[in-house]
C-alpha cells in the first residue's frame, strides 16, 4: 500500500483534482436523498470530495475520518474542526450516528478480506435505521479502458479484488444493509499515458510488481515501445453503488 502521509501533498494533483472530485460528488449525493441529516465521509483523505458533499447538499452536517495524520491536516484545513484522525476498522462514534456514511476510493486498498468485512461492519454500525452508505466499487477494473496500456499490462499479476461489486454487496448484506441504487462517474483527468504508467510502476502503484524487480522493468520497457508517449487514453470510470439500512418494523 503507497504511503499516504508522503503521498498527501501531490495527492489531488495527481488524481484529477476539483474536476474528479466534483464528479465523484455527484455520484454519490445522487443516491442519497434530500433532507437534513449528518454524513461522515470515511477515510476522507485530503478532503478535496468532502468539503463538495459539504457544499452541495447544505441539509447535510459532515464530518470527516481518516487515518494518516498528513490527509487529515490537509482535509482538516478544508473542513476546519469537522475532521478527526480515526481507523475505519474501528470507528469512534456511537451506534446509528449518521444518516449517510459515504467511503470513496478505501475498500479496494486492504490486502486482507477481513479488513473490508470490519471496514464495511462499521459503516453499518454507525448507520442509522433508514440511513444510506455509499461507497466505490470495482475500483481497479475502472482503468482497464480498452487501450493499448491495457494490452501491454494485461499479464501482469493481480491481487485480489476486495472491492469487486458483489464482494462489498455481499458484506453488506450480512451487516443488515439492503442494496439500494448504483452509479458511475468519470475519473476526470486520469487517461493514463505510456510514460505516466512507467512512471506508476516505478513509484509502487502497481503493487504485484514492486519498483525495481526485473518483470517490473519489462512492463517498463514494453510501454516505453508504444505511440504518444504523452497522451492520455480514456478517462476510467468509477461505479458507486449504494445500501439501506432498513428501520425498524
Do not use: N
Not at 18 to 34: I, K, M, N, Q, Y
Amino acid at each position: 500500500m503507497l504511503d499516504y502521509d508522503k503521498e498527501a501533498d501531490a495527492y489531488d494533483v495527481s488524481r484529477g483534482g476539483e474536476a474528479r472530485a466534483a464528479a465523484a460528488t455527484e455520484a454519490v449525493l445522487g443516491l442519497v436523498p434530500d433532507g437534513p441529516g449528518h454524513l461522515l465521509d470515511v477515510a476522507c483523505g485530503t478532503g478535496i470530495v468532502t468539503r463538495r458533499l459539504a457544499a452541495d447538499r447544505p441539509g447535510l452536517r459532515v464530518t470527516g475520518a481518516d487515518l494518516t495524520p498528513a490527509m487529515v491536516c490537509r482535509a482538516g484545513a478544508r473542513l476546519p474542526g469537522a475532521v478527526v484522525r480515526a481507523d475505519s476498522r474501528r470507528l469512534p462514534f456511537r451506534t446509528g450516528a449518521f444518516h449517510v456514511v459515504t467511503s470513496i476510493w478505501l475498500l479496494h486498498l486492504p490486502d486482507a478480506p477481513e479488513d473490508v468485512r470490519a471496514i464495511v461492519a462499521e459503516c453499518a454500525r454507525v448507520l442509522r435505521p433508514g440511513g444510506i452508505y455509499v461507497t466505490t466499487v470495482d475500483k481497479a477494473a475502472a482503468h482497464d479502458v480498452g487501450s493499448d496500456i491495457d494490452a501491454v499490462l494485461a499479464p501482469r499479476p493481480r491481487r485480489t479484488a476486495q472491492d469487486a461489486a458483489a464482494t462489498v454487496t455481499g458484506h453488506a448484506v450480512r451487516h443488515g444493509l439492503r442494496p439500494a441504487g448504483d452509479g458511475v462517474f468519470r475519473g476526470v483527468g486520469q487517461g493514463r499515458s505510456p510514460r505516466a504508467t512507467i512512471a506508476d510502476l516505478r513509484r509502487g502503484w502497481f503493487t504485484m510488481l514492486p519498483p525495481g524487480q526485473s518483470r517490473t522493468e519489462e512492463f517498463a520497457t514494453r510501454l516505453s515501445r508504444l505511440p504518444d508517449q504523452d497522451r492520455p487514453r480514456p478517462d476510467p470510470v468509477f461505479a458507486v453503488r449504494a445500501f439501506r439500512k432498513p428501520t425498524a418494523a
